[in-house]
């Protein structure tokens, strides 16, 4: 859990570096609970509203922590437009995603494993 308000602290911050556990415990945490939103509204029988709201919050650190994600594998923010490509551009993006950090300081700054918490 710390890890997912660590990116929400970090709302709308695109430069840095963001190490594998930070992304996917985010990613992790945010898929919970959005399947537990499906789950409250559909036994209580209303519109999808509270998920709607809940993945505009998350829209804009969602790609931040992306974002990060990339430049801790030495990759600009900018390849989170593969995206847009259908298919391959999402299994692209993943397996930059599971990459392990690329040791040492970059252009991003230090990483974020030899930094302390």
Known sequence: ????????????????????????????????????????????????????????AVFIPSFAVLFRRLHDTGRSGWWVLLILVPIVGTIVILVFAVLDSQDGENQYGPNPKSVPA
């Open 1 to 56: 859990m710390k890890w997912y308000i660590e990116v929400l602290k970090k709302y709308a911050v695109f430069r840095g570096r963001a190490r594998r556990r930070e992304y996917w415990f985010f990613v992790l945490f945010s898929s919970i609970i959005s399947i537990l939103l499906s789950l409250i509204e559909g036994l209580a029988g209303i519109a999808p509203f509270l998920g709607l709201l809940y993945g505009l």
